[in-house]
């Protein structure tokens, strides 16, 4: 298959990698001294703590005009990077392009599907710890899985496609008839556990052993599945259950990557976590309460960083 990675970072590294170094032409979309590296050598280095470490082959581009439509594209930036990449996508996308975005939040596939139409878009979730290293080099830790599917349920043939394709290129991943649901499973998860774990700079550990963080996660992921039963979401009844699960069996010392984020003063996904929690639930006249103090609490410091990273 002719692949982009739209966002050649933790997930974009790895899972394109992994396709690459199945033998499919990858090209690798990133920008600054990471592309420069990824160019020097001709290939990727991934260290994977699954796969341990190899070189994934392939181009590396910033300027996608001239690539031509691809058979799918990887699309795995930061939810704040949507509208450039979103616009540095449109070129790669033909008749039949499949954009599968492995992103966190819960919109994502509907902002590609207003820009780019709603046929060639996939959504998915990735379940890992991942991050550029230094220049040329991503990391994957944590479970290293992916689920994916269309974005109205059932199954289809280029669904059942893909899922044979990166099954052998190696990946950790199921295709589902509910993907929309499974989203707001990870939503469920990642927006509370996340926001928890930048607040209270603290590692997986930490925050499931001590009864009143604990109780604080659990309360503000009730309060995203209350948003998602208001807004029509067809959310599953386990997915408290499902999050407090994952919870416990994230790698104990593992961050999340907005507390990692937080922590190098690198621009944060706060509005499409909590930030978009937290309007959604207004919307649709849900209380967030936990939710609110934590926007509120992280909200200070994101301003900070994004004034940073504008002035330079």
């Not at 933790?10 to 160019?39: K, N």
């Not at 878009?121 to 994957?140: L, N, W």
């Not at 607040?199 to 604080?216: F, H, I, N, Q």
């Not at 990692?260 to 959604?280: H, I, N, S, Y």
């Amino acid at each position: 298959m002719k692949i982009a990675v739209m966002g050649t970072g933790g997930v974009g590294g790895y899972f394109g990698g992994l396709l690459a170094r199945a033998g499919h032409e990858v090209t690798f979309i990133a920008r600054g001294a990471h592309l420069a590296a990824i160019q020097r050598k001709g290939f990727l280095a991934v260290e994977s703590a699954l796969d341990g470490a190899f070189n994934a082959p392939g181009r590396a581009v910033e300027d996608t005009s001239e690539e031509g439509w691809q058979d799918l594209v990887l699309f795995t930036v930061k939810m704040y990077a949507n509208p450039q990449a979103i616009e540095a996508a449109r070129p790669l996308v033909g008749p039949d392009t499949v954009v599968l975005t492995l992103q966190n939040g819960v919109d994502n596939g509907d902002q590609l599907a207003q820009s780019l139409g709603p046929s060639p878009v996939m959504i998915g979730s990735a379940y890992m710890e991942g991050r550029i290293k230094e220049p040329g080099v991503v990391t994957q830790a944590g479970p290293g899985t992916a689920t994916f599917g269309e974005m109205r349920p059932g199954a289809t043939q280029r669904g059942r496609r893909l899922l044979q394709v990166f099954q052998e290129a190696g990946w950790r991943v199921e295709l589902h008839e509910n993907m929309t649901g499974m989203l707001w499973k990870k939503f469920v998860f990642i927006a509370a556990s996340a926001a928890v774990c930048a607040a209270a700079d603290a590692v997986y550990a930490e925050m499931r052993s001590v009864p009143e963080t604990r109780a604080l996660i659990q309360g503000a992921m009730e309060e995203a599945l209350a948003v998602g039963r208001a807004v029509g979401a067809p959310v599953m009844d386990d997915s408290v259950e499902w999050a407090m699960d994952f919870l416990d069996r994230f790698p104990a010392q593992g961050r999340a990557s907005l507390a990692k984020d937080f922590q190098e003063a690198r621009p944060v996904e706060l509005e499409g976590l909590t930030g978009t929690l937290v309007r959604m639930g207004r919307s649709a006249g849900v209380s967030t309460p936990i939710n609110d103090a934590l926007y509120a609490v992280l909200k200070p410091a994101a301003l900070r960083i994004e004034t940073r990273s504008a002035g330079g």
